[in-house]
Every structure is written in structure tokens, then in C-alpha cells.
């Protein structure tokens, strides 16, 4: 399943915040928005899941036009969407939380077997399933709420701003997941300040100033362009190592999780 961006403009109200983005998702492909604070990539996100309606151009799924859908029936059609600043229900329990993402699926349960791969992605979750997300830091309840994606067995995710606030190691384990993510078919839509870091682990990136695409093209590219260097590099995580950690994770995750596959 493709997703396909043509000539997006969008925003709040009447006026656009967003001017003619056109972009494409592949199926099992990472693609990065990267860009400053305020650029845009949030709004781009809610276009995309039908949190925000665009004002002009189109946007396809599969080759249907999905720009006037519900988030719900988005949501059915396997777009899910992990907001920035996670959104739990913080005073509701794990396993509530997790039920919330299946909500959309036929009697409101998980398909078969979703549940295990959560719990095996996510190993901290399974013995606190009845503890209240609230009380979790920061990496849990990103974790959690990246787990509540997953219960829709969504074919693309976009997941905003998914190392924000969260120390190095997590960020680390973070990036490491998502790459794991790709790995078993699932395209993913990152929005990122973390600029190094998306890059790393996207297969292609897309830059946003003011709302408007300034570039895009292969993440190996991006990451050795002077001019994404000296803008968007000095963000976040700086140290070859941690980003050699996120991908051996994510090979091992790989190697451990997904043996059934
Ligand atoms: N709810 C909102 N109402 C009006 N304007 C908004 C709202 N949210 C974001 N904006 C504006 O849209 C622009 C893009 O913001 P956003 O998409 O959040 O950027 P980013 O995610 O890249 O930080 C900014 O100018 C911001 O002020
Ligand atoms: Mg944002």
C-alpha cells in the first residue's frame, strides 16, 4: 500500500500553513520529515490521518483518494497515527490503553497474534498491563503509545516526534524499534527534530522550512549534505555509536521477534 501527496496545502482555519507538498510512502519504506520547530511537520502528520482537512490537492492511498475520509475510516484502511507528546489516557491502565488502539477492528479486539508480537516488541508492557499509564516516564509511555498503534495492525504509521524529550538511551532503543517496524512490511511516516538520528534509520527524507518541501531524496544523501549538516545535524543525538546501537537492536529484534515470520 502506497501513500501518495499531491500538491497538499493545509491548515488551521483558513489559512494554509502548509504550500503544495507532494510526497510518496512505499510500502515497508521509512520516510523522515525533518525541519525546524513550527516548521510544519505536525500539520503534515494531521493531514495525513484526517486530523486536518486540506485546502487543496489530494492525497491517495492505494491509488484511492483518502482526503476527505474520517480518521476512522483511515484508520480502517491501516493508516495509524502516534501523535506528538503520546496522547494516553493517563489515568487508564495499560491494557485499557492498548484496547483503544483496536477500537476500529470487528468486535474490538486485536487480529490474532497482534497482542504477542506487542509483548514481544515490547517487553516492559507485558507485566504492567493493569498498572495506570500515567505513572510511567517518558520511554514507557512512548513505547506505550506506539503499542496502541500497532493494535490495528496499521500497514503505515506516522509517528510524530517519537524521541522527543527521552534520554539518548531511549532514543536509541527508540529508533532501534521503528527500524523493526519497517522490517516487518510496515511503512512509516517520521516526523522528527532528531535529524541525525531519522536519517539514519529512513530509507528517504524529506526537509520542511515554513511549511514548504525544500528537499528530499535518499536519507544517505541528506545525512552527507553540508547544507542539512550546518542546518538540521547539530540536533540531538551526535554520537556514531548510539545510532550503530539502534541498528543492532533492530537486527536482533529482528532475529529474536519475528522467527515466526
Ligand atoms: N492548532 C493550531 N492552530 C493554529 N495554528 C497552528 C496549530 N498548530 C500548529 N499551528 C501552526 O502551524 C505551523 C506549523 O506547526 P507544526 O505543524 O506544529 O510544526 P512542527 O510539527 O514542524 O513543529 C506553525 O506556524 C504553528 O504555529
Ligand atoms: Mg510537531
Redesign the pocket.
Known amino acids: 500500500m502506497s501513500l501518495e501527496l499531491r500538491h497538499i496545502s493545509s491548515g ?1 482555519g483558513t489559512g494554509a ?1 502548509l504550500h503544495d507538498i507532494s510526497l510518496a510512502v512505499t510500502p515497508g519504506e521509512i520516510v523522515t520529515l525533518i ?1 525546524a ?8 502528520a494531521k493531514t495525513v490521518s484526517g486530523l486536518l482537512s486540506p485546502l487543496s490537492g489530494e492525497i491517495l492511498w492505494d491509488g484511492e483518494r483518502i482526503d476527505r475520509l474520517s480518521t476512522t475510516e483511515r484508520l480502517r484502511r491501516g493508516i495509524a497515527h502516534v501523535p ?1 507528546g503520546r496522547q494516553l489516557f493517563a489515568g487508564m491502565t495499560v491494557a485499557e490503553n492498548l484496547a483503544m488502539g483496536a477500537t476500529i477492528r470487528p468486535g474490538g479486539r486485536p487480529a490474532a497474534g497482534v497482542l504477542d508480537e506487542i509483548h514481544a516488541l515490547f517487553p516492559i508492557l507485558a507485566p504492567r498491563m493493569g498498572d495506570v499509564a500515567g505513572n510511567f516516564s517518558g520511554g514507557q509511555q512512548q513505547m506505550l503509545a506506539i503499542a496502541r498503534g500497532l493494535m490495528s495492525s496499521p500497514r503505515l504509521v506516522i509517528l510524530d516526534e517519537p524521541s522527543l524529550g527521552l534520554a539518548p538511551k531511549l532514543v536509541t532503543e527508540i529508533f532501534g524499534l521503528i527500524a523493526t517496524l519497517r522490517s516487518r512490511g510496515i511503512s512509516i511516516l517520521l ?1 522528527e527534530q532528531n535529524a541525525r538520528a531519522a536519517l539514519s534509520i529512513a530509507d528517504r527524507g524529506a526537509v ?1 522550512e515554513n ?1 514548504r518541501l525544500v528537499m528530499a531524496g535518499p536519507a544517505a544523501k541528506l545525512l552527507d549534505s553540508p547544507e542539512i549538516a550546518e542546518r538540521y545535524l547539530g540536533v540531538g543525538v551526535a554520537n556514531t555509536a548510539d545510532l550503530t546501537a539502534s541498528r543492532l537492536m533492530a537486527e536482533r529484534l529482528r532475529a529474536c521477534v519475528w522467527n515466526d515470520a
Open positions: 488551521y500553513v525541519g520547530n513550527g516548521a510544519g511537520k505536525s500539520s503534515l506528538e516526523a520542511i511549511g
